[in-house]
């Protein structure tokens, strides 16, 4: 496994409840801002709302994605509206912004998010200017992870190889395309909703409790 990650020269990152902790919650409050806006929508109850968005989620990669397909919802208002919550909870992090930063070579996020928000998030943890780019839900043509496009058009956006890069991801079904296509994969197993869902450990070459602990593992092997 050693050699798998010395051969790496890019370092991808998944965004929510992966470079901070679920136990902060954000995405609840992201959650919590889905079924309003689904109540308010279809006009039913939050609890009909909230079934209509995992069922979304589990099956279409995302909330948005469902909305944007069965009901032409708005990607940017949509957007807007659920990513405006409170992210005081996120706090500076820099023993982690020392881990990303002595990787070598080129760090990216990809993220189901948009860039403006998760530039909010990695400046609340310090991040902000570790990383070369974004590769959001708009620069994927609102095709979420785990369809296939979105790591295509990620790559292409990055100018990056996959053999030559890795990608750190808490949704385990979203390693499995990235596996497919040579990146090099880091499960970052920390209890999210859903982490767990559609897990296979052959579509995965290291799993960590935290994104510091997969970070010490990797650096211990250079």
Not at 28 to 37: L, R
Not at 80 to 88: E, N
Not at 148 to 174: H, K, Q, V
Request: no cysteine.
């Amino acid at each position: 496994m050693d050699t798998l990650f010395q051969s790496r020269r890019n370092w991808i990152f998944d965004l929510d409840n992966t470079l901070y902790h679920p136990r902060l919650a954000i995405f609840d409050k992201i959650d919590a801002k889905m079924g309003e806006f689904i109540a308010n929508l279809l006009n039913v109850d939050l609890p009909q709302a909230r079934i209509v968005q995992k069922d979304y989620f589990r099956n279409h990669g995302t909330t948005l994605a469902g909305l944007m397909r069965f009901h032409d919802v708005e990607p940017h208002h949509f957007l807007d509206f659920v990513h405006d919550v409170d992210l005081s909870a996120i706090k500076p992090q820099p023993e982690l912004a020392a881990q990303i930063e002595a990787l070598p070579g080129e760090k990216y996020i990809f993220t189901n998010a948009d860039a403006p928000y998760a530039q909010k998030v990695l400046a609340r943890l310090g991040l902000d200017g570790l990383f070369t780019d974004v590769h959001d839900i708009h620069t994927t043509g609102y095709q979420p992870k785990p369809e296939t496009s979105a790591y295509t058009s990620m790559l292409d956006s990055f100018g990056i190889a996959p053999e030559e890069s890795a990608f750190f991801e808490d949704m385990a079904r979203n390693l499995k395309p990235a596996n497919q296509m040579g990146i090099a994969t880091i499960w970052i197993n920390n209890g999210a909703e859903l982490g767990a869902h559609d897990h296979h450990d052959d579509h995965i070459d290291l799993t960590a409790n935290s994104i510091e602990q997969a970070l010490d593992t990797i650096h211990a092997m250079f």
